[in-house]
């Protein structure tokens, strides 16, 4: 009843920014805390950024104030500005939302198919 789409993943040069963005739509009463996550080519899946829905951020350390979550809570959207992205950000990015949906009293952790970030040198 519910889902995330994720977009705007592409090819980029090395220094460049890009900025992805992910909307749920759907049955949808609330949305609670949203985030991004990545996996790259042989590696696990890691934890990029959330944000809850009073706007409270949290960053993996590696992102270096290079990356900035945001979210537009009446366009159930979460937004991902990359900066001085690197070779080592190339990886499928992943959007999750913890969603409630219409006429449940229940939290349904909602995940994208995912956009791919190239980043070439």
């Known amino acids: 009843q519910v889902h995330v789409v994720e977009s705007g993943g592409g090819l980029v040069q090395a220094g460049e920014p890009l900025t992805l963005s992910c909307a749920a739509s759907?049955?949808?009463?609330?949305?609670?805390?949203m985030g991004w996550y990545r996996q790259a080519p042989g590696q696990q899946r890691e934890l990029v950024a959330t944000i809850t829905s009073g706007g409270t951020t949290n960053y993996a350390d590696f992102v270096k104030g290079r990356f900035t979550i945001s979210r537009d809570n009446a366009k159930n959207t979460v937004y991902l500005q990359m900066n001085s992205l690197k070779p080592e950000d190339t990886a499928v990015y992943h959007c999750?939302?913890?969603?409630?949906?219409?006429?449940?009293?229940?939290?349904?952790?909602?995940w994208g198919q995912g956009t791919l970030v190239t980043v070439s040198s």
């Open positions: 759907g049955s949808i009463f609330t949305i609670n805390d």
């Open positions: 999750n939302a913890q969603i409630r949906v219409r006429f449940t009293d229940r939290y349904f952790a909602v």
